[in-house]
Every structure is written in structure tokens, then in C-alpha cells.
């Protein structure tokens, strides 16, 4: 195939047509038979997969949420982008958490053999346990918050299920550190803190951020899961109420939201990931 | 006394002996110069000098008192340059001067690193990143960094060996002017026997490694101030460099000795492509039946 200047915008949009028509021809239609004087006899939803909605009906189903983003209706009858800043707002809370954690667990890691003989292990081993493993130990352990332990458990697993990417980039970059920077400190007899602010953490940044970026991605996939779970408002707990009410066209809807802003939230940090690593 | 004195020092890495039983002193304001091939240990014998390697057995001491580890008593300038890519020239010899002489007020710090920037003539360029200077303004810097920290010993390790030609002599000539101005003591590590005559009054060689250790010193009684080009017509340079010379590439015949290898060619000739080719002309030495021997 010829490549020309578009095709960074057509061979795109050619994709999402292919797999938007796919769906639409495995997608179900509501089939309504009526008798003679106009009266509905039966209705019944006919395709292989008769329960997903088609696009039709999904575009009229979510028409409202979309064309009034930002409203209130309800607790759990919102405009999409008003739930979707409501799941930001979590992430960034427990993200947070994770990167305040994380960030000196990393670097004790890198720079202590003994800690990092001492824990690598375990965090090898907690490393791949699914957020919806840690959610409810979470409920467990805020138990006493009472009202709050919902959003409580949320923050935590959202915080140790992301933070593992921080810990293990900063660890890397910290034992990455060239000696030659460390001997100009070995040389100046710079202070502990000194090393630590003027050369350590300036020579790690990039690897911190690369670990942020991923460490990001996981906390947006987490907080779908800790909303189900914990029924909180927000663009998961919104599809998983949809789902309980039989309407389906909400689902995918949410999903679409979710990839979009993973995406951009994902295009962003690493934006802010090259400016750091070009800044060397 | 000895200023600086290196007795019996040996050093190995896994098992390797680098350095054996080297044996050095320097008089406060003496230049010496170590010349030697790459990998010879040149760089592992200054590292132990400026106490980031410790020595296996031996004693180092400058002016009397044990080396024990890095301080800014050695001022070591770094083969690479190793400036803080994060800062900017004036950051990075503020971080050294802030460390070493942490009692100044910041204005007098700040005068101070001024001073350093313009002795190395990079008063234009101090708010720049290192990664905006040139391979020489680089260990410009370097140079200004160390001696801002006022050492006793400067520690220069192949520091112009990344430079083209025209920069190193021109921060060869810097190198002599701060001598002369601040009688500072040297040490300089070279791989160049020329550079090694025209700055130092002493020259020793190091053997090839592994166990390398230092030859008989050349005393480079040549005067001051020494000039590139009227330094290559004295007799007293050329028998010294030829001596010099001679004592490396003795080093080396040695070394050779223990490699044999038989060198085989492909039998193939260079073919002519603009020749006619009325008739096949011969492609192998092989196929040469006779030779015209001019």
C-alpha cells in the first residue's frame, strides 16, 4: 500500500470503522412483531449476540450523558465527565500515595543491598496480586471508618496495586547512578543530603518518571475495579450499577471514557517523561 | 620530607594484580608526569592517590599525614570531565566550593566561584548546561571546579586526552599558566610524551599491567617558560624524547614477545574495473606465473 501524507489520520479512523462495523454486525435488534390491527405481539432481540446493543441504540441510550457532561440527576444519575472527575479525583489522591510510598521504598532498595535482599521477595511476590484481591482486605483493615471505609479501601488499593512500578524504575535508576557523579561527591566530600538532592535524586528522575507513567496507567485500571466493589460514584461504579439495571448501552459507554482518558492521561505523563529525560 | 609519598603499593582487582610495588614521592611544588600505555593502571594509581581506591599493601601519605579516603586536599580532575549535567557551570562549581569551604557568607562564595569561572575564561558562558559547552570548555570547568576547592595536589587524570589537538594545546598552555601562577604541586597523567615534556620537571613511565609499577624517573631539565615550537629544535628535548620514547617502546617489545601469531591473507588480487577486459587478468596471487621486479 502507498503511504501517503494522511495516513496518520485515515488508517486510524479506517481501524476504528472496521472494528466499530464488527460490533455492530455481531450486535443484537430489537424485532417486533405486530398482528393485524397494530398491536405488539411479540418482542424479541434477534443477532449473535441478541443482548449487546448496536450503536444505534447505544448512541440514543447515552445521548443524554454526553450532551450534558456535567450534570446531576441523581446519585448514580450523572453526566459521564462529572463521574469520570469524581474517579480522578480518587486516583490522583491515591496515586499520590503510592508515589510518596513508593518513591523512598525505591530508593532504599537501590541504595541498600541489605533492604533490597531483605524485601526484593516479597514485593516480587505481592507485586502481581489483582486489585481485586486488595480491595477487600482493605475494607477489612478501615473497618472502623465506618461510612469512609469504602473510599478508604479504594485509596489503599489503588496506592499499593500502583505503586510497584515506581519502586522498582526508582531502584533501577538509583543503582544506575554513574560512579563518576558519585565519586565528584566522594571527591567534594559532600554531605549525605547533599548527594542525596544534588546528585542521586537528579540522576534517577527520568527512571522515576518512566516508573510514574506506569505506575499512573495502573492506578486509572484500578479504580474501575475498587468502584465496583465499593459502590462509590464514579465512571466504574456507574457502569456496574448500569449493568445491575439491565442497560447495557451505559457499558460501553464507560468503557469508551475509560480507554480515552487511560489514553490521555497516559500521552500526557509522557510528555512530562521526555522533557525530563531531554533535560540530561 | 616528602610532600607526597607512595610506598610499596600494590592494588588488584579479582585476583589481577594492576599496580605492584610502586613507589613515588613529590616536593611540594613539583610537576610529575606519568606516562604509560592505556590500560597500563594509570588511572587506578591516581584513584589511589586521590582515596577512592584503597591500596592492598603500602602506605600513601601527603605531607606526612595517611590517605585514608577522598578529600579536597587532592583536587582530582576526571578523565571525563564528570560535571553534573543538572547544573549549570556556576552550579557545579558552587556545589564543590559550597562543600569544601562551607564557613564563607554566599557573597563571598559567589565572588569566589567568579573568580575560578574567569580564570578559565568561561566568564560568558557560566549560566550555561554542560551539555551546551564544547568537549575543551567542559574540562575547562572541571579544571575551574578543582581548583576552586584550593587542593594542595592537583590530580590531573588524562584530562585533555578527549580533545582535539588545537584545544589541547591551547588548555596545555592554561595548565602552565596556573602553575606558574599558583606554584599548585602536580600530578599529571598522560599518554602523550610530548605534553608529559613540555609541562613537567619530571617524567616517569609506567610499565605495561598487569603488576605495573613505575621506571627509573627522566629529570626534564628543559627552562621555563617552555614554547612549543622552539622546543622542537632543542637538543635537550629531542635526546630526552627519544629516550623517553624508546624506554615505552622497549615496554611494549616486551609485551609483544608473548603474542605469536601467523597472519594469513585470502588468496585474492585488487581488480582493475576500469582495465578492458580483453583477457582475464590474474585474480590470485596463485595465478602469477611471473613478475617484473622494478
Redesign the interface.
Known sequence: MKSTKLDWLILPILGILIVLGTWHALAGKKVVTKDAQGEIVSEMRQGAIPALPNIIETWDSCKLYIMEPFAKRGEMDQGILRFTFYSLGLVAVGYTIALIVGVPIGFCLGLSPTFAKMFDPLIQILRPVSPLAWLPLGLVVFLEAGKEAGTLAALFTIAICSMWPTVLNTAVGVRAVPQDYLNVGRVLKLSRTKTLFKILIPATLPYMFTGFRLSLGIAWLVIVAAEMLTGRPGVGGFLWQEYNSLIYEHIILSIIIIGLVGFVLDRLMSVVEKKFKSAL | MAFLELKNISKSFGGARVIDNVNLTIEEGEFVAIIGYSGSGKTTLVSLV???LKPDTGSLTLDGKPIN????D???V?Q?Y?L????TVRENIN??VE??FPEKSTGERDTHVTRYIEMVKLGHAADRLP?QLSGGMRQRVAVARTLA?QPRILLLDEPLSALDALTRATLQDEITQIRRTDNTTILLITNSVDEALLLADRVIALTPGPGATLAEPFAVDLPRPRDRKTLNHEPAYKHLRSRITEQLLSFNAARKTTLTKKLILPDILPEDLDAPRAHRPPRRPGEIKEATIA
Not at chain 2, 84 to 87: A, I, V
Open positions: 586521590a582515596g577512592l579516603g577522598p578529600g579536597p587532592r583536587g582530582l576526571f571525563n564528570s553534573l549535567p543538572w547544573l556545589l564543590a562543600s569544601v551539555k576547592i
